[in-house]
């Protein structure tokens, strides 16, 4: 099994932190991430790769790191009508917390990212996931076939 370096940095974790512990829709969600990904001058798109699908860029590992998530108690995901929340528990909160003191100190590029994960919340914590969707990098990777990578 290929250990992906990016999954081990936990970018979807830190996303909903820096989102003060609220996404309100999947859609936002994988928006945000692909944002940072496209923002970051450090990730490799292999290590966190994207679908284009009917709304644009999609996170592939979305559903099953969420879903070890909840299985760690770390999140909670919600229905409000047609659309998916995600809050970040108390436990979720101490360990991305734990995580942004180690790799500080550890990974060379974690501020760097860490920095960019909060550029993308500024940029879009107000912001619903449809306007997100509107943004030109997002209007750009709708470009592409659908369910090519990205």
Avoid: C, W
Wanted: hydrophobic share 25%.
């Amino acid at each position: 099994m290929k250990e992906n370096p990016e999954e081990a940095r936990h970018p979807r974790l830190l996303m909903l932190s820096e989102f003060d512990g609220k996404i309100e829709g999947e859609l936002k969600y994988h928006k945000s991430i692909y944002q940072y990904r496209e923002e970051s001058k450090s990730i490799d798109a292999d290590d966190l790769e994207f679908v284009r699908e009917e709304h644009g860029p999609t996170d592939r590992g979305f559903s099953s790191v969420i879903q070890s998530y909840e299985d760690l108690e770390l999140i909670e995901g919600e229905q409000s009508g047609n659309r998916n929340d995600f809050f970040l528990k108390e436990k979720g909160r101490r360990v991305a917390n734990g995580l942004k003191r180690g790799l500080s100190k550890l990974d060379n590029g974690f501020n760097e990212r860490i920095e960019t994960i909060s550029e993308v919340e500024k940029q879009n914590k107000e912001r619903s996931g449809s306007q997100i969707v509107e943004d030109e990098d997002v209007q750009s990777a709708k470009d592409n076939t659908y369910q090519s990578k990205l």
